[in-house]
């Protein structure tokens, strides 16, 4: 969706669902690619974001590189600009390890007059309500039996802001 903003700039962003850990990696390079050829469509003067379930687990970031090749050279990686103290927003208790399943994308235009940037401190971990906490401090699956829990992993949050050059 494209909003237009009170100074006459536009915001682009896309909501995205990738295709779940256990389909072959090719699924989500593919993913991958169709978000860089959308951005690319798109004019560069315009800043773009791109949040959501990109279920690339930090096992597969490691092994493949896949954000090295198919994310870094475009986008921004949000939780790495500084999601202080966040271990990820899914949990794997089978190997006890955190990944950032859900990800926002960051995408700055390019333009003389206007700065876009992830607001400094922004980006957190949206789970401070206690549905979404296990006792051991990881998601809470919905249990629609038991009418418990939210989800298996958490999103994120962060505010994008503007400074206008004079």
């Known amino acids: ?54 279920n690339t687990t930090s096992r597969e970031i490691s092994d493949t590189g896949i954000h090295d090749r198919l994310v870094r050279p475009d986008w921004i990686i949000a939780h790495e600009t500084g999601c202080y103290g966040c271990r990820g927003t899914a949990y794997y208790a ?22 876009w940037q992830i607001r400094a401190g922004s980006v957190q971990v949206a789970n401070a309500t206690p549905a979404q906490v296990t006792a051991d401090g990881t998601p809470a699956r919905f249990r629609s039996g038991e009418r418990t829990g939210v989800s298996d992993h958490w999103p994120l949050v962060m505010t994008i802001e503007t400074t206008i050059k004079q």
Request: aromatic share 14%.
């Open 94 to 115: 089978r190997d006890d390890s955190w990944s950032f399943l859900d990800i926002i994308l960051f995408s700055p235009n390019r333009g003389e007059n206007t700065t």
């Open 1 to 54: 969706a494209t909003f237009e903003l009170p100074n006459g700039d536009a915001l682009t962003g896309f909501a995205v669902h990738f295709p779940a850990p256990f389909h072959p990696t090719a699924m989500r390079e593919t993913a991958y690619r169709q978000l860089n050829a959308l951005l690319g469509d798109l004019p560069a003067d315009r800043p773009v974001f791109a949040a959501g379930d990109f």
